[in-house]
């Protein structure tokens, strides 16, 4: 059979390869990807080993945004990393390399990676292109804000068309320092991805020759015998999480590399995050909160600029592995100790965007488990206001853009979490047009769901326990006070005691919205997001 795919005599000593593709025409993010992977078996072939393509998934998390196909995007993860560990387990593969560009894409991979403790490597498909709109960069987050606007009437439709026919010009994935790009700038910190290949274009020649580049040094990794759990350690988490704060990353990180250390078998809590942000300051301006895009970072140095900062701070472990067989302090000796002086994306030390990190862990008798909010940027960062409690997503957004969430409001959207939802929808939406109607800084945003790495405001998400196994967000009730403290990372309903054990008594979980299929199975084995969401946690003791 393996002649029938092309092996020759010769090609039975060589190293077998997996090439995990991750291409599809169902998002912009993945349409390049094709190409990348063919340059990687050329790639491959021409270092002496064999490679095998074969297929994965991707789920679009923008375009399924604010309907029930976003239930499936967090369960896609799930699926990813079981059809990579399934495809080069099963048949016997020596090393992987992986190309992926939509939000799962990565961590699915990695997680695969880690289980499987092969070599491997991760190629990301790379970032989009800014669209262009009266003097202003577009991202895909620029069409959801707009709805939020139009709708405030701040805006007309026909300026609301042309920004959402601009916003995505061509192939890659999202273009601020959204899920994807973080998720692609954290891997390259983790060293395992080539330096500089998290922020290049999808359509520009760098990547596709990074691809080939990758693929090479996969298979020395091999002859090596370099492992995942060699480069996937405590030191290099923490390294990625640093970075991660660095250039103001997503909330979803926190979500994923809980789940990629379970993975690998390290130790990682929620509270490791606020341990690191607390001494990271946030060192580049970009969008979603911020000015530019991944683009613009790559022209200002990149990650490797980054990490170079840090590590001249104490901020990096410069001993730990990377994937070429050097050592991050190996990989950025040549990387200059300061950024560019004719750019403002990477911010001086001595002049950060913020003095310390921006994903900040709440706690409080709302979220015992714990809770992630992303602060910088934020006017007001602590608010206490009545609860405006709706059981969905949908609802919450009807409320908004009809005009009936007012400043100073808390909104509660529950039911969903990842056993609730099931699947732990991105609330993107609703936050958006928040921000397009101009309370961003006036109203806050609490949820047992998540939030799209495009999100920012007064906004907490990942709230554990969540309402579906009766966490105390299912016991808000229309009209309580509610304190959301960045400062104090505090998430607190201001009920009595007596009150809250009162209404426990009367509360009753709901029945599983899906009990067939892979909704079905995974509302079934779900684990709490303060653990990553994984589907394997205690496994046998249930």
Not at 324 to 334: M, N, P, R, S, Y
């Amino acid at each position: 059979m393996l002649r029938a795919v092309g092996f020759q005599d010769e090609d039975f000593k060589k190293a077998i390869v997996g090439v995990a593709n991750a291409y599809s025409t169902i998002t912009p993010c993945n349409m390049g990807i094709n190409q990348l992977a063919q340059r990687a078996e050329s790639g491959i072939k021409n270092a002496g080993a064999m490679p095998q393509i074969f297929g994965t998934i991707t789920i679009s998390d923008g375009i399924s945004m604010g309907t029930e196909g976003m239930k499936y995007s967090l369960v896609s993860r799930e699926v990813i990393a079981d059809s990579i560990e399934t495809a080069c387990n099963g048949q016997s593969m020596d090393g992987v390399i992986a190309i992926g560009g939509c939000d799962k894409n990565m961590p699915g991979a990695m997680i695969a990676m880690a289980r499987m403790n092969i070599p491997a490597i991760f190629v990301y498909g790379g970032t989009i292109k800014p669209g262009h709109y009266n003097g202003k960069d577009l991202t895909v987050v620029s069409s959801f804000e707009a709805v939020g606007e139009y709708s405030a009437g701040k805006i007309d439709e026909e300026e609301l068309l042309a920004v959402e026919r601009r916003a995505c010009p061509g192939a890659g994935s999202c273009g601020g320092m959204y899920t994807a790009n973080t998720m692609s700038s954290a891997f390259e910190a983790m060293g395992m991805s080539l330096p500089y290949s998290s922020t290049m274009a999808a359509e520009d020649a760098e990547k596709a020759d990074s691809a080939e580049q990758s693929a090479q040094v996969l298979v020395e990794a091999i002859r090596k015998q370099i492992l995942p759990r060699q480069i996937i350690t405590r030191k290099s988490i923490e390294n990625a999480i640093s970075v991660i704060m660095a250039v103001g990353g997503s909330t979803n990180a926190v979500l994923h590399f809980l789940a990629i250390a379970r993975a690998a078998g390290v130790e990682l809590t929620l509270d490791d995050f606020e341990t690191i942000r607390g001494r990271v300051p946030v060192l580049c301006d970009l969008k979603p909160s911020g000015r530019y895009v991944a683009t613009d970072l790559h022209q200002a140095g990149g990650i490797p600029q980054v990490m170079k900062m840090l590590l001249n701070h104490g901020l990096l472990h410069g001993d730990c592995l990377t994937i070429t067989g050097q050592t991050i302090a190996e990989v950025l000796a040549a990387v200059p100790d300061e950024p560019p002086a004719n750019q403002d994306v990477i911010r001086p030390w001595d002049n950060p965007m913020y003095s310390q990190g921006h994903l900040a862990i709440l706690k409080g008798n709302l979220a015992t488990e714990g809770a992630v909010a992303k602060i910088t940027g934020v006017k007001k960062p602590t608010i206490t206001g009545p609860a405006r409690v709706f059981d969905s997503e949908e609802s919450c957004l009807d409320a908004i853009l009809a005009g009936k969430i007012k400043a100073g409001d808390v909104i509660i959207i529950r039911y969903e979490g990842p056993k609730g939802g099931p699947g732990m929808r991105e609330m993107l939406a609703p936050t958006s047009a928040i921000i397009g109607a101009g309370l961003g800084d006036a109203v806050g945003l609490i949820t047992d769901g998540r939030f799209s790495g495009g999100t920012y405001g007064m906004v907490v998400g990942h709230v554990a326990p969540e309402a579906a196994v009766g966490g105390n967000i299912a016991l808000v009730e229309e009209g309580d006070s509610i304190t959301i403290d960045a400062h104090s990372r505090l998430l607190q309903i201001n009920v009595a005691d007596e009150e809250l054990a009162r209404r426990r008594a009367n509360w009753k979980p709901r029945p599983p919205r899906y009990t067939t299929g892979i909704l079905g199975k995974y509302a079934k084995l779900v684990a709490s997001s303060s653990v990553g969401a994984v589907t394997d946690l205690d496994l046998f003791a249930n």
